[in-house]
């Protein structure tokens, strides 16, 4: 059942029972708290209007102002997540944290743009600069108030003994390496796998898109070439911050695969789900722009949403609080979303190096110098500390193998012009019509995207976008030899890549799988071979398919649905297991299996059984009988969807009766499971539940240096949570004790035209301020799957106004 009303003059969604819980309250008290501040940069008297969920909406007498206060607002809720975002960035952290982060900073400077400024910046919107200019203004404006005593320091620069620092523009730009891009880490992880087993041993690790293509080792390469730590400094280069770091012993005593193993985990779940509805299929007659992004989650929240307005501008949406205008959201005319593209964006090369120089490497037949930069990383506490980075003509150098004679490179858009991790998105915020939107995506960088899109007209459209490498003779899965042989040929020209406008189905979803259409010629352009399973965008095409009038509330109740068709397509297969072989916890399990629908409730047995089962032990079940011996720990688990298909179509590899050994296959894995369960949980089968499991509890990384009572008060949770990483509500967990890790921590569903309809939530909460009840007022909400309103217009702003902040330039 579908029922709205108007609460406060916004549109509010009430569940049905039984329903997923949606909530949309009014302010609990009329009363707004009123504040008036100088500040220093500000050209004209403006207001930041924080509503009842600690929504910033920022107005301003010029769009310089805006962001110049999107800059100091984003340093009064998020300061310490975006002085830490800058200090990992630019390779910083041992300046304020002392030596243990020496290592870290000097593989944070190889990632680091070192082009020419100027090319960078005339690759975004012609005001790129400008809006830049002013937000690290903001920025530096509110630090000098915190540095003079006029705001408070927050509690985590206490705990470290630091302080933040001033902003340059181009600090915001020049670091690469927080931008989702692939698939260095799966090239390593194919080269290891080929060089113990072969290449076809590769298969249960990773599915490929489109099916049948083959697997190649490059001309020149030999596999067993590559060091299984080859990518050490990419790891620590992207790594987040930890507050415990590992000695240089314990760094250099840490498994390689291991850590390479866990950066592709990660990676391989974090994704999103968008879609868009055409008006002549909505309930409201209007389009409906729905986009939930998927990353690590965590407090604070990795996005912040914000709202803009200025004379010529006015926008609101979600963006990383560390850029300038917003990622997702709409302004006057336009919605637009965001799904990562798994389009391929960085190469590994191989080098031969010049035995009596190892700082040269044969290309094209020659020895070619490397580029060496010197660099001082400022340390507390100790002497600066001299740094050595190299560069070959692809990128920096990852490590040099003096016995071997071998130097390592990576290639990655990262070190093109025009490519920040979404700042492509500033073409975006005065887009007026579908023509604008197509002109951003041909510009796009980098993450690559889907970007989907609905205007005030009643348009709806798609674009596959991002800064595409051309490769001519090889098709990226692997390493290659860096001698001249595997060069890019430069990026796709515009509308290579493929778009839709005003599609026939009246909607177009997108949730990271492989969706090339039929006719592209995916083996000739190479755009991506390794994507993420269908599961999600499945399940969310044949529900909105079914659906002929999609409200708003339909479209949120998709955003938390829970049932997984990889999940059916697994239990098919279960149903044609025979029971009552192996003991009576499989038989339950079977009986249990084979009755669900694949709902992943928290109160499921069923659902605990098949995620204990398919993520733990079925994979390495698999690889045991499929996969050559020598390459089984490489391949662990294997690749879920790929494990999934060969057992819907098994052969003799896995036994000379295929359809037997899979049952036996089953039976063995699911005992596995059920013995784990029954440990875990007790020894009713019937008392499992997925929720006993599936809990979501965050703790900041600073929290190992609070005291118990402070780091107590810093963490979320716990709380059990629906979902899993193959449902449209995606919550992806840790493999040793199921704790939820990322998953959508903000949700938007756009009413197009009618904007006040609309719908968001940002788990856990606004603010990262320990003291601000916005820290985590929204992660309830986000638990329950629900959602308070997005208030566009002044006067919906306005009517859930909590606090105003009136600002004047300071003399």
């Known amino acids: 059942m579908k029922r709205s009303t108007i609460i406060g003059g916004l549109l509010a969604i009430a569940a049905s029972a039984g329903a997923i819980a949606t909530f949309a309250q009014s302010p609990t008290s009329t009363a707004i708290a009123r504040d008036a501040w100088s500040v220093k940069g500000l050209a004209a008297p403006a207001e930041i209007v924080v509503d009842h969920w600690g929504v910033p909406h920022i107005f301003a007498a010029s769009q310089r102002d805006a962001f110049f206060l999107q800059g100091y607002n984003a340093a009064r809720d998020r300061l310490w997540q975006i002085d830490l975002w800058r200090k990992r960035g630019l390779g910083r952290l041992s300046a304020s944290f002392g030596p243990a982060y020496v290592e870290q900073d000097r593989a944070a400077r190889l990632f680091l743009y070192r082009g020419d400024m100027e090319a960078e910046w005339n690759a975004y919107s012609p005001d790129a600069r400008a809006t830049v200019e002013a937000f690290a203004a903001g920025i530096n404006a509110y630090v000098g108030e915190v540095k003079s005593g006029a705001k408070p320091l927050p509690v985590e620069f206490k705990l470290t003994d630091s302080q933040p620092e001033a902003w340059i523009p181009e600090d915001v730009l020049r670091i690469r390496s927080h931008a989702l891009v692939s698939n260095v880490t799966s090239e390593v992880a194919r080269a290891r796998v080929a060089c113990v087993g072969g290449i076809e041993a590769d298969e249960l690790r990773r599915k490929l898109n489109p099916d049948g293509h083959k697997r190649v080792i490059p001309a020149g390469l030999d596999p067993c070439d590559i060091p299984e730590d080859v990518l050490g400094d990419y790891v620590l280069a992207t790594q987040q911050v930890d507050f415990a770091p590992l000695s240089a012993e314990q760094r250099a005593a840490a498994d390689p695969a291991t850590q390479l193993a866990n950066v592709m985990e990660a990676q391989l779940y974090e994704g999103s789900n968008n879609w868009v509805v055409a008006p002549g299929k909505t309930e409201s007659g209007r389009p409906i722009m729905a986009n939930d992004p998927h990353r690590q989650l965590g407090v604070p929240s990795l996005r912040y949403v914000v709202g803009l307005s200025a004379p010529g501008m006015e926008i609101i949406g979600a963006g990383e609080p560390a850029l300038p205008g917003v990622s997702l959201g709409h302004n006057n005319d336009i919605a637009f979303g965001i799904t990562i593209f798994a389009m391929d964006q960085e190469d590994l090369y191989v080098y031969e190096t010049n035995p009596r120089d190892p700082d040269a490497y044969r290309y094209r037949g020659k020895w070619e110098k490397m580029k060496v930069t010197r660099e001082t990383i400022d340390v507390k506490g100790e002497a600066p500390r001299e740094v050595a980075l190299k560069f070959t003509r692809h990128g920096p150098m990852l490590k040099a193998d003096g016995v071997k004679n071998r130097a390592y490179a990576m290639r990655s858009v990262w070190f093109e012009p025009g490519v920040a991790g979404y700042f492509g998105a500033s073409r975006l915020t005065h887009a007026k019509d579908w023509k604008d939107f197509k002109a951003a995506s041909n510009a796009w960088g980098a993450p690559p995207l889907n970007l989907v899109y609905a205007d005030t ?12 490498p051309v490769r001519k003779n090889w098709d990226g899965l692997m390493p290659v030899p860096g001698d001249g042989r595997y060069e890019w040929n430069g990026f ?27 006719d592209y010629p995916a083996e000739e352009r190479k755009v991506a071979f390794e994507w993420t399973d269908p599961s999600r965008v499945t399940r969310i095409k044949e529900v909105l398919a079914a659906d002929a009038r999609v409200s708003l509330y339909d479209s949120m109740q998709l955003q938390g649905d829970a049932v997984s068709p990889q999940a059916r397509r697994l239990v098919k297969l279960v149903k044609s297991t025979p029971g009552g072989t192996v003991n009576i916890n499989v038989d339950h399990a079977i009986k249990l299996l084979t009755s669900w629908d694949g709902h992943m409730a928290v109160d499921s047995p069923a659902a605990a059984i098949y ?42 590899r896995l036994g000379a009766r295929p359809l037997e050994a899979r049952n036996e296959v089953i039976l063995e894995s699911l005992k596995a499971a059920t013995d784990e369960l029954a440990q875990r949980l007790g020894s009713d089968p019937h008392s499992w539940a997925w929720g006993r499991l599936h809990m979501a509890k965050w703790e900041p990384a600073i929290g190992v240096l609070a005291d118990p009572q402070l780091r107590a008060q810093m963490t979320i949770g716990p709380v059990a949570t629906p979902g899993s990483a193959s449902t449209p509500r995606a919550q992806s967990y840790r493999a040793s004790d199921f704790g939820v890790t990322a998953g959508a921590s903000v949700r938007f569903v756009i009413d197009v035209g009618a904007w006040d309809n609309s719908m968001m939530i940002n788990t856990p909460g606004q603010s990262a301020d320990l003291g601000s009840r916005h820290y985590r007022d929204l992660f309830p909400i986000w638990a329950e799957g629900g959602y308070v309103p997005l208030a566009f217009s002044r006067e919906a702003v306005d009517r859930v106004a909590s606090r105003i902040i009136k600002l004047a330039p300071a003399n």
């Open 457 to 468: 007209k009643g348009n709806i459209g798609w674009a596959a976008s991002g800064r595409t």
């Open 492 to 518: 796709f020209a515009k509308d290579l890549l493929p778009s839709s406008f005003n599609p026939e189905q009246g909607f177009f979803a997108t949730a990271n799988e492989y969706n090339l259409p039929a």
């Open 611 to 652: 995620e204990t089962w398919s993520t733990r032990y079925l994979g390495k079940a698999v690889v045991a009988r499929v996969t050559p011996a020598a390459a089984r720990e490489l391949v662990g688990g294997g690749h879920l969807e790929a494990i999934v298909t060969y057992l819907e179509n098994p052969d003799t």
